[in-house]
């Protein structure tokens, strides 16, 4: 039987108290949208959207919702592709109380990313960021494999490793939404796109 520690993760903060490599940390630490800096960091970038639709959601989630225990909630899973490779893994999770008023284009986003309209809404709120470690056992690793599907293994390629994560919660009128961006290794390989160009 796993441990409760494998089903939930700390979150901490501050992005140092996760312990990554200095290069990992300084895409944790990204201000404002992740998404532009990968677009900066990619000649071809593309938000393949895996699934939108209702589940249930993880304890963490749940949490850091602030809703009593784990219940339905509408979820959405993408994977952030630079240059084709899959480098981060976003979870969105919305409460089913939540209104088209409250998030009036979540439900169209499409391959569109969730982050453009976060950070350029007037209404929105942005809440604290926050870090973890993510170790296998974790069941947001899991939902990363099944995203992944044939690429996995290559994406993945070590079943024991640690992965990085960040999380924040958004407020729009009276509506909460968690985003979740799990950092998978191809991160560490990009470069700013004048760079790639000028290494042709």
């Known amino acids: 039987m796993r441990t409760p520690s494998l089903r939930q993760a700390r979150w901490l903060a501050h992005s ?34 895996v ?3 209702g589940a249930l959601c993880l304890a963490d989630e749940a949490e850091a919702l602030g809703l009593a225990r784990r219940q339905r909630v509408w ?16 979870h969105t999770v919305v409460p089913l109380d939540a209104t088209a008023h ?30 973890a470690r993510i170790r296998p056992g974790h069941p947001l690793l899991a939902r990363v494999r099944a995203a992944l599907g044939p690429e996995a293994d290559n994406a993945l390629a070590d079943p024991d490793a640690t992965y990085y994560a960040r999380r924040c919660v958004y407020r729009r009128r009276q509506g909460l939404l968690l985003v979740t961006e799990v950092f998978l290794p191809a991160v560490l390989d990009l470069a700013p796109a004048a760079t790639n160009m000028n290494l042709k």
Not at 26 to 43: D, E, F, K, N
Request: charged residues 25%; positive net charge.
């Open 75 to 90: 979820e959405r899973e993408v994977l952030l592709r630079c240059d084709g490779r899959p480098a981060v893994y976003g």
């Open 16 to 49: 140092a108290g996760v312990r990554a490599p200095a290069a990992m940390r300084g895409w944790l630490a990204t201000p404002g949208s992740l998404t532009a800096r990968l677009v900066a960091h990619s000649r071809a970038f593309r938000v393949q959207k």
């Open 102 to 131: 409250d998030w009036p284009l979540f439900s169209a986003l499409g391959e569109r990313s969730l982050g453009t309209t976060l950070f350029y809404d007037p209404l929105v709120r942005r809440g604290r960021l926050e870090f």
């Open 51 to 53: 699934r939108q639709a």
